[in-house]
């Protein structure tokens, strides 16, 4: 059975704090995406990965870094948190970049940023 | 844009009855992907429909696509309250990445 599992699902943090959230996947895809899911908004993705060390820019990568060092791992960096950071996060792999191929999405983590 | 919009934002209905959800799109697409998410958790996959095919099934789930009007439907048949989640479309074309929508909450009652 497919696994996408992220370190924390609750997190708080202070405002300026840098933040970690770590996926990882058991599926050996290549491609890794980090979202924010906000309440009308849906889904909106921060950045992708599709390879190891490669990464791109989603919609909304401001405020935010990711770091691919091994295929499975995708971390997702707040490098001093806000508190318009307050969101859900998560955290998907797939067998393609462009969406051809369905997503496999871990839990979640909910952050709160205070 | 090529949100998927869904369409109602909420929806009540009593177990055993069927539950439709819509979603539009403005551009060309490759595919549509539908997803669920229970309250406070990742999304699940639930059926993906390409752009040359016009209805899917998986169990009691039943996707159309109509590609002239940029449209697709879910309908669950038979729901349960276990169907109780938000359910999401998702559009893939061209270079763009996945696009979800806002979501349809879906509430059914026992």
């Known amino acids: 059975d497919v696994k996408v599992t992220q370190s924390s699902r609750y997190l708080v943090k202070r405002t300026g704090e840098k933040v970690f959230l770590e996926c990882v996947q058991d599926m050996d895809h290549e491609n890794m995406f980090w979202y924010r899911q906000d309440p009308g908004l849906g889904l909106r993705l921060i950045y992708f990965s599709y390879d190891v060390k490669m990464k791109e820019k989603g919609d909304i990568p401001e405020g935010y870094s990711v770091s691919r060092e091994k295929k499975e791992r995708f971390s997702l960096i707040l490098e001093s948190a806000s508190t318009n950071q307050t969101s859900m996060y998560l955290c998907?792999?797939?067998?393609?970049?462009?969406?051809?191929?369905?997503?496999?999405f871990g839990p979640g983590t909910r952050l709160l940023v205070l | 844009s090529q949100q998927g919009e869904e369409d109602p934002q909420a929806l009540s209905i009593q177990e055993g009855e069927n539950a439709t959800m819509n979603c539009s799109y403005k551009?060309?697409?490759?595919?549509l992907q539908w997803y669920r998410q229970n309250s406070g958790r990742g999304l699940v996959h639930l059926i993906l429909?390409?752009?040359?095919?016009r209805e899917k099934h998986s169990g009691r789930l039943r996707v159309t696509l109509d590609t002239s009007k940029k449209s697709s439907s879910l309908l669950i048949t038979a729901s349960r309250a276990a169907d109780t989640a938000s359910y999401f479309c998702a559009t893939a074309g061209g270079y763009n990445k996945l696009i979800f929508g806002a979501g349809t909450r879906l509430a059914v009652h026992p």
């Open positions: 551009t060309s697409i490759n595919n």
């Open positions: 429909i390409r752009s040359n095919e």
């Open positions: 998907a792999s797939s067998l393609d970049v462009q969406g051809r191929a369905s997503q496999y």
